[in-house]
């Protein structure tokens, strides 16, 4: 707030001193001491004048002060109105609820009733039917009662109902015994079968698995003789081989022999051995390098005097 009245009496402040620099341009002509009192006067005038406007402005933000804090109460009011209203709002919506859910709890119970009194007449048609079926079951069985009552009159085996209803309970359990023994007997029997017939197929699977053993070992041992006979070809084979290249490397150390003597006897007729000539070698190498070396100084003669 303090800049806003700051840039106002800025704003009226320039104004002036534009109306009065008009003024001034036409009394230009004045003495520096005039131009200096004017604007003495002047600067008092817009003192007096921003003074002025400072108490406008106070009257006004008086003014507006007064006036927020009555919209402020207005505003309280308001607020207070809404609140109340709203509540009053918020119990009929209550209300209203209330009211809804009676309905509807009254509704769910005409339905439960209703669903009541259907099931019960379901359930009284159910026994109507029942009841029907029965006395049709006993005008059916009728027959059955009047037959053992005529049994127990005519036979002094049985005294009462009972005892006859007795013996047939008897008998009805020795056939059941009697058929469980049977189903026992007969599940006895295919377990024996079931057994028998997987003995008979492992015995194939072995009998087959031995067969194709015996093919394997077979030809294993057909391979093995075949072996045999390849290996005692290629043993016969390289005998030969191996003679062959010993009689072939007995030639070329009989000619390197040879060679040596020939040079040995060459120098022996020629100048005087040195410690190396006279160093006899003890190998095929050391003879066939002396005698490479002796070619080899004797083509440098001869390509000497050549």
């Excluded at 534009?18 to 003495?31: E, G, N, P």
């Excluded at 009697?178 to 189903?183: A, F, P, S, V």
């Amino acid at each position: 707030m303090p800049l806003v009245l700051e840039d106002y009496f800025r704003a009226i402040y320039e104004d002036k001193m534009l109306d009065k620099i008009s003024a001034k341009k036409d009394a230009y002509h004045y003495t520096p001491a005039t131009r200096l009192l004017e604007v003495r006067r002047e600067m008092a005038e817009v003192e007096q004048a921003l003074v002025a406007y400072k108490e406008e402005f106070k009257m006004k933000m008086d003014g507006l002060k007064l006036r927020r804090e009555e919209l402020e109460k207005k505003e309280l009011q308001l607020r207070l109105s809404f609140e109340k209203f709203e509540k009053f709002l918020k119990e009929n919506d209550s209300k209203r609820a209330r009211a809804l859910k009676k309905a509807e709890d009254e509704r769910n119970l005409k339905r439960r009733k209703e669903k009541d009194i259907m099931d019960l007449y379901t359930e009284t048609q159910s026994m109507i039917a029942l009841r029907n079926r029965l006395q049709r079951y006993l005008a059916t069985h009728k027959i059955f009662y009047e037959y053992m009552t005529r049994t127990i009159e005519t036979t002094d085996e049985y005294r009462e109902m009972r005892d006859i209803l007795a013996r047939y309970d008897t008998l009805y359990a020795i056939r059941e015994e009697l058929l469980l023994r049977q189903q026992g007997n007969f599940d006895a029997m295919e377990a024996l079968r079931n057994e028998h017939q997987q003995f008979m197929e492992m015995m194939e699977e072995e009998k087959l698995n031995c067969n194709i053993r015996l093919a394997e070992l077979q030809l294993c041992k057909d391979k093995a003789l075949s072996s045999v006979v390849t290996n005692d070809t290629r043993w016969t084979e390289l005998s030969q081989t191996v003679t062959q290249r010993a009689i072939i490397i007995g030639s070329v150390l009989l000619a390197i022999e040879n060679l040596h003597d020939l040079v040995v006897q060459y120098r022996a007729e020629g100048a005087v051995k040195s410690d190396e000539d006279s160093a006899e070698p003890k190998d095929a190498a050391g003879k066939l390098l002396e005698v490479k070396e002796f070619i080899l100084d004797l083509s440098s003669i001869v390509a000497k005097y050549s």
